[in-house]
């Protein structure tokens, strides 16, 4: 269960949150999504890098499989 439910069913067990609760209670809720978009956006840079490495990896083999390769004839007639 993650942390902002197991917060607000030990408050609701209290019973009803006193005016001067909600506004703490909103913020660690707050703090807590910050958090997780932090880890998000994290998670989504080494993703980024590491997409980068594959394009430049697969870029880097299709030009050396382009210079190794025999070029086809100009015309059909090189071909009997």
Known sequence: ?????????????????KPGELPDAVEGQIAEIC?????????????QDQADELYAVIREWASQSETTSDPEPANREGRR
């Open 1 to 17: 269960m993650p942390k902002s439910e197991v917060v607000r069913a030990a408050r609701l067990k209290q019973g009803r949150l």
């Open 35 to 47: 958090r997780d978009l932090a880890v998000q956006a994290k998670r989504m840079r080494q993703l």
